[in-house]
């Protein structure tokens, strides 16, 4: 089993920083495409951002493209989602997943973190 942990979450303010870690263990590999999603409240689970296995493809959803950035460490199997001047729609449990990248650009990969909850107030 692979297990993914996500932390860094919190209570921030509009226009605020923060963070998101992701922490994998088990029988990882670093050939995973690694991402995060999110789901807010009374709304269905969307795609923020995709990173292949070395780290250099990168892909972001339009609502967050220019504001987020996600990274990985291979050697530390951490992923990373940098989120700048954050707004109050992007308040949602973020979750963290793992898989091939045919696995996540469908939606559908094979692991997922518990989340960790971020909230945005205006």
């Known amino acids: 089993q692979v297990q993914l942990v996500e932390s860094g979450g919190g209570l921030v303010q509009a226009g605020d920083s923060l963070r998101l870690s992701c922490t994998a263990s088990?029988?990882?590999?670093?050939?995973?495409?690694m991402g995060w999603f999110r789901q807010a409240p009374g709304k269905e689970r969307e795609v923020v951002a995709y990173i292949n296995w070395s780290g250099g493809d990168t892909a972001y959803a339009n609502s967050v493209k220019g504001r987020f950035t996600i990274s990985r460490d291979n050697a530390k199997l951490l992923v990373y989602l940098q989120m700048n001047n954050l707004k109050p729609d992007g308040t949602a449990v973020y979750y963290c997943a793992a898989d091939s990248p045919i696995a996540l650009i469908t939606g559908q990969p094979g692991y997922w973190g518990q989340g960790t909850q971020v909230t945005v107030s205006s």
């Open positions: 088990g029988r990882t590999s670093s050939s995973y495409a």
